[in-house]
């Protein structure tokens, strides 16, 4: 009898302790939250402003319930279209790398939602608008030419619209900004005129050159006769003429043969030249 009464408390130890394991199986009284997690704490549906950390947590079963969201940075490419100071389209898409601030997260869940929520209902809205406003400070040149200035007006103004929602922007990139075909083949077009048109003034230029250098050698070569000009004496002529004499005479033709041409000396006598 002994024996069947030891038998029957084990049985109901047996049975306890399989209730107390099925028990907490279900109701959960602890919850873990997970490296780069945040847990939104709620009572009855209610959110709480407790924010659960990293690692186990007790709660009471059924009264609490937790909501677990990444404080992880996500990034996520959106794609935007906008138009510039000079009424051109713009095309790019947005990389944006952004996270949860972990010590709102109940704030994001109260009022938002989760993560995909956050992305679709308060990010990609923002980008575009944000996009937008930026984009109709500049020109589509002046995109394209001050581009890192453009990427910081949009990165100053995403960060404090989201801040808004307790969402943090970590870094921001603009990929493939582009414009529509017309506009590019215009700026083709203009570039190719604006090359035609410095190498017309390079050709002009040349020219322009090549006629002062002209008149310059016409004005030296015109100095350099009047000089001698001025300076040719007969005196000189002489000279010239006595430095290149070869030292024969010259002779006249006649009659059979050649004659030597005769000075005759007024004083009676004859001279050979």
Do not use: C
């Not at 992305?119 to 995109?143: C, D, G, N």
């Not at 040719?232 to 002529?237: A, F, N, Q």
């Amino acid at each position: 009898m002994k024996s069947n009464f030891v038998t029957g408390i084990t049985a109901i130890a047996l049975v306890m302790a399989t209730l107390l394991l099925l028990g907490l199986t279900l109701l959960k009284p602890f919850v873990i939250v997970n490296a780069g997690e945040r847990g939104v704490v709620m009572k009855f549906g209610q959110v709480q402003e407790q924010v659960l950390g990293e690692g186990i947590h007790a709660i009471v079963p059924i009264v609490t319930t937790i909501q677990r969201l990444s404080v992880r940075v996500q990034k996520h490419q959106i794609p935007g279209e906008a138009a510039s100071k000079d009424l051109q389209d713009v095309f790019t898409d947005v990389a944006l790398n952004w996270h949860i601030i972990p010590n709102e997260a109940n704030a994001v869940f109260q009022q938002i939602g989760t993560e995909e929520q956050v992305l679709q209902r308060i990010i990609s809205p923002a980008v575009e608008e944000v996009l937008k406003a930026v984009m109709a400070r500049y020109t589509a040149e002046e995109i394209i030419t001050k581009r890192e200035e453009v990427k910081a007006g949009v990165d100053e103004s995403l960060t404090d619209r989201l801040a808004n929602y307790h969402v943090g922007v970590d870094d921001i990139s603009l990929v493939n900004v582009h414009f529509s075909a017309r506009f590019s083949e215009a700026v083709e077009a203009k570039q190719i005129a604006e090359q035609e048109a410095k190498r017309a003034d390079f050709v002009a230029l040349k020219a322009t050159k090549e006629a002062e250098a002209e008149v310059n050698r016409a004005k030296g070569l015109a100095e350099a006769q009047r000089l001698l000009r001025e300076n040719l004496t007969s005196e000189l002529l002489q000279k010239q003429a006595i430095d290149k004499w070869d030292g024969k005479f010259p002779t006249v033709l006649g009659g059979s043969g050649a004659l030597p041409f005769l000075n005759i000396d007024t004083s009676g006598g004859i001279a050979k030249r």
